[in-house]
């Protein structure tokens, strides 16, 4: 099974933009389909994006426009690209991976592996 770490969260202002990544300890290529989920304090985890082993991608209604999910088969890393970022952002942004293309419902429970996750802060 594959394991998945995060990195590039931080603390931005308001319309800034940030860059996440997760890397996989094994191949992704046409296996994993990878996700990001987030989590506010107090909130349940939520799906935002996801993107399946033929590289379709989907997004929740929340996000379109200013997330890209992107993946680099290569180096099996997948990104989240944020932009225009908002104080409703602020969350924990976790990485996972599900079998086939199973992620790309955004439901918790169709996910085989969590990484640690990444903390985002957007300041006003």
């Known amino acids: 099974e594959v394991q998945v770490e995060e990195s590039g969260g931080g603390s931005v202002q308001a319309g800034g933009s940030l860059r996440l990544s997760c890397a996989a300890s094994?191949?992704?290529?046409?296996?994993?389909?990878m996700a990001w989920f987030r989590q506010a304090a107090g909130k349940e985890r939520e799906g935002v994006a996801g993107i399946g082993i033929d590289g379709r991608t989907v997004y929740a209604d929340s996000v379109k426009g200013r997330f890209t999910i992107s993946r680099d088969t290569a180096k099996n890393i997948v990104y989240l690209k944020i932009d225009s970022l908002k104080p409703e952002d602020t969350a924990t942004y976790f990485c996972?991976?599900?079998?086939?293309?199973?992620?790309?419902?955004?439901?918790?429970?169709?996910?085989?592996?969590w990484g640690q996750g990444t903390q985002v802060t957007v300041s006003s």
């Open positions: 094994g191949s992704i290529h046409r296996r994993w389909c």
């Open positions: 996972a991976a599900a079998w086939s293309d199973s992620c790309l419902g955004l439901r918790t429970f169709s996910i085989n592996t």
